[in-house]
């Protein structure tokens, strides 16, 4: 016979959990898993509000030219701004000191086997900062293209780059970082002539997982497109500058 | 590949609660999980031994609640299962589709003793 209501072998089945020991006692939690990252990347935010920078996380899978896009960006645009870069990698220092040797402010992260950076590592990274003033913050993640995806930073967007000597498909692979970046670079198009790389289907891909995502193709070897880029980068700056003196804010 | 460390931080949290409620030991803990949350629920199901011991969740069952994902189709209004980013609305085949369920990834509660 059932000890909890008494109904007999035969009698009907109900479900009785963990029925042979007296139930514990349940303690709500409803907690987010992702809130106290959450948290922290609100912080981010409100120290960049009010420091009137704008911060861009970098996502992308290893060796699509995010290093080499920051130091080509950074060499043709750091007369028109103040910039620093936070430098996400597992191990070494190579690209902080790659970024570093343009002249702009830079500081490596080392994850050791994280495979993303969270809004923590960014907000002592930023105490590097302190005192400097500036306009844009340019975070480079970890070479990785489903982790970061889930990582608030707090930044005002995430940039995802894919470059040619990758698949098109790719969105359709990773469609959560393709779907959480505003903005995606196709880079290195100079290689296209020896590629099978359909670069029309691969815009089309991003779009049927985004369709809100702003594309710019571009090569840092030859420079193709990186005015498209910079241009755009402007209009964010006189963007963000607007929104900052509208609410008081010093840019 | 960060579900290791989700793992560890799920069972900080509810190692955490059971202390606050003067638990000795937690028998089960159950998790909601979204199919757009970007956790392989399985994955989890495997780190969670090795991240439970020595704590009060050693030997604790886990219950993951695997919670479907919906969408809203900002052009027809339309809804729809929405699993993955790659789905087109079923009704009128556009792609711009509002996410209304499935980014779960919450602790929501553990049977202590």
């Known amino acids: ?251 | 590949m960060h579900e290791l460390g989700l793992t560890q931080h799920l069972v900080k949290i509810a190692e955490d609660a059971a202390r606050q409620n003067g638990a000795t030991q937690v028998r089960s803990v159950k998790v909601e999980i979204g199919a757009l949350a970007g956790v392989v629920p399985e994955s989890v199901e495997f780190c969670f031994e090795a991240c439970s011991r020595g704590t009060l969740l050693e030997g604790s069952r886990l219950e993951i609640i695997f919670i479907p994902g919906r969408g809203r189709c900002y052009d027809c209004h339309a809804e729809c299962a929405l699993d993955t980013y790659t789905v087109a609305c079923p009704a009128c085949g556009g792609f711009s589709l509002e996410r209304l369920q499935g980014e779960e990834l919450r602790v929501v509660e553990v049977e202590v003793d």
């Open chain 1, 1 to 251: 016979m059932c000890t909890d209501c008494g109904c007999g072998p035969s009698g009907h089945h109900h479900h009785h959990p963990a029925a042979e020991l007296s139930p514990g006692r349940v303690v709500r939690i409803e907690e987010d898993l992702l809130a106290k990252n959450n948290r922290l990347a609100a912080g981010n935010r409100r120290l960049f509000q009010e420091k009137g920078l704008l911060v861009y996380n970098l996502v992308s899978s290893p060796g699509s030219g995010k290093t080499t896009l920051l130091e080509r960006t950074l060499s043709d645009l750091q007369h028109e701004w103040n910039f620093a870069v936070l430098e996400g990698d597992q191990q070494t220092s190579n690209d902080a000191e790659r970024i570093a040797a343009t002249g702009v402010p830079a500081v490596q992260i080392n994850t050791g086997s994280g495979c993303h950076l969270d809004a923590h590592m960014v907000g002592h990274g930023m105490e590097n900062f302190a005192g400097l003033p500036l306009d844009i913050l340019m975070i480079e993640n970890v070479g990785n293209l489903v982790c970061p995806a889930s990582f608030d930073l707090g930044e005002d967007a995430k940039i995802a780059l894919l470059s040619v000597t990758e698949g098109e498909d790719k969105p359709l692979k990773y469609p959560d970082m393709f779907k959480a970046a505003d903005i995606l670079l196709l880079t290195k198009i100079d290689l296209l002539p020896y590629l099978r790389f359909d670069i029309e289907k691969c815009k089309a891909f991003a779009r049927q997982v985004n369709p809100q995502v702003r594309i710019f193709e571009l090569s840092c070897q030859n420079g193709a497109g990186l005015s498209s880029w910079y241009d755009w980068l402007r209009q964010e700056v006189a963007a963000k500058r607007r929104a900052a003196s509208m609410t008081g804010v010093n840019g």
